[in-house]
């Protein structure tokens, strides 16, 4: 897609949040109601119907990483350790700072932290024990909303992350280290 087609997309988007092309239902009629119809030609000049999904991204600026984006980074420096309850508490927390939510959502990133947790907990062999990109692989899109990662953000996920762990201590590249990081490089900025 060409940077012209990138603009009117976004464009009819409205300019909110971030933009992305997602298939149209049969008939064009059963969009969601944070989908907007949105027609765009492509490179070969025809006309290709879809949505544009609007995500809500409060406060995240271009540029900034948001607690979405860290919890996936998560899944680059620590994907192959197992969920521990100490990873699903720091999960919980950042999904609520993200949401701005008191509750985890049912089938959200939070809920399938506590659920992997639960069954390693109760699982002997390694190879079937649910690891951190299992659960975080799409984190972003699993999370109804999102905003940039801050300092607090950072302090309240760390503090959940220790208080659950027998040891009292964080993960060096786990879920705690990676919002930490994104709060230092969207600080920086």
Known sequence: MSQEQLEKLIDCADGKGEAEKVPAAVGGINAA???KKCVVADASGEKVEGEVNKKKVASASEGTIT????????????????????????????????TGRTNIMPGG????AQSAATLNSRV????????????????????????????????????????NDPHLTTYPT??????????????AK
């Open 124 to 163: 002997t062999s390694e190879d079937e024990k649910t690891t951190l990109a299992d659960v975080l692989t799409g984190a972003s899109s699993k999370l109804p909303s999102d905003k940039a990662a801050t300092r607090k953000d950072a302090e309240g996920v760390t503090g959940a992350e220790m208080r």
């Open 33 to 35: 109601e944070d989908k």
């Open 67 to 98: 607690i979405g984006e860290a919890l996936e980074a998560a899944v680059l420096t620590a994907g192959n350790k197992p969920v521990e309850w100490s990873d699903a508490a720091a999960i919980q927390a950042a999904e609520v700072r993200a």
């Open 109 to 112: 990133v939070a809920a399938s």
């Open 174 to 187: 786990g879920v705690a280290a990676s919002v930490a990081a994104a709060a230092r490089i969207n600080q």
